[in-house]
Structures are given as C-alpha cells and as structure tokens.
C-alpha cells in the first residue's frame, strides 16, 4: 500500500469552502474533503467542505491547471483569490519556489484521491479507519492508505484489520501519546 498525508493547501480559510458555498457548487475543480473530524470507525460523515483543486493527471504526474482554465473553471472564486493575491504570495516558503501563484502548497498525488482508499484521522484517540469513496479527497487532517491492486488486501479488509482491538491495543503502545488522550 501506499501511505499519503492529505492535501495541505497553505491557506485552509481560503482554498477550503464550505459545501453549502455557491461559489463551489456549480464546478467541478471543487472536490469533496474530508477532515479528520469527519472519520468515524468504519464510516464517515459527508463533507461539509470543498477543496479548490486546480490540477489533472497526465501520464500519471498531477500537474496544474493553467492559469486561464483554472480561472475559467472557477471566474467567482478566482476573483476571491486574485483579491488575496498579496496574501497568498506573501508566504515566503510559497513565493520562492515554483509553484503558480493561485496553487495549494502540497497537492498531493491526484490518483490517491480517485481511487478506493482507507482513510484515518491524524489525530485520535481510538482506532477510527474507514474507506473512502472515489472522488472523495482529504485534508491535512487525515492520512490515507492506497491499496496496491492485487497485491495485498482490499481496502475494506485493510478497515477491518485496522479497526481491530488488537490492532488498537498494539497502536496505542507503539505510537506517540499526544495531550488528552490522543495519539498520532
């Protein structure tokens, strides 16, 4: 399997919009993201967020989407994010390397995110693994687990296995207790 951190966009408040936005509804460079609040044992809630995801796969490499399509695919939101520019800029990290100036700082690998994952929170206090649709993506809350085909188990025997108590008790002694209770 291959294990990913979620997407980190740099500016949560700015490139993640709640699902009820109007601005986020009617595109398709919106995409459904879950955070690790949402992950229950064997379930999740449906997001109540939209991440602004300007990027594809071509010839398995997430690129961006160029300035003019982006803006073309999403002309209300670009227009928050032109207005934000100098903020978004201003992260020196970001303005020196060389990403374009409307990207997310870590998109992470697009085919993580449209494929049958398990997916985690990073922070719990108890073993809550479920699997992920699809087209659903996932913040900087969460981590996610990829299945390789067929060479180890699906991703729902992954939950189940997860989920496990012995899985919990062996997770708790081996991972790093964090405050109240939690571990990573």
């Known amino acids: 399997a291959e294990i990913s951190e979620g997407v980190v966009t740099g500016l949560n408040d700015l490139y993640l919009l709640s699902s009820s936005d109007s601005v986020a509804q009617s595109t398709s460079v919106f995409k459904p993201c879950l955070r690790g609040r949402d992950i229950r044992r064997f379930s999740y809630t449906t997001p109540t967020e939209l991440l602004f995801y300007p990027y594809e796969d071509r010839a398995s490499r997430t690129v961006p989407f160029s300035e003019q399509r982006a803006k073309g695919l999403a002309p209300e939101f670009f227009k928050i ?45 108890h073993s809550r693994f479920s699997v992920a649709n699809p087209g659903i993506y996932y913040g900087d809350t969460v981590c996610g687990i990829i299945p390789k085909g067929s060479e180890g188990p699906s991703a729902h025997s992954l939950v189940t296995i997860l989920n496990s108590s012995i899985v919990q008790w062996y997770y708790k002694k081996a991972t790093v207790p964090k405050a109240n209770g939690f571990f990573i």
Not at 83 to 92: E, V, Y
Not at 112 to 120: G, R
């Open 81 to 125: 994010l032109t207005k934000n520019k100098d903020r978004i800029l201003g992260r020196g990290y970001f303005a020196k390397s060389s990403k374009k100036w409307f990207e997310l700082w870590n998109q992470r690998k697009i085919r993580n995110f449209e494929s049958e994952k398990v997916v985690t929170p990073e922070l719990a206090d």
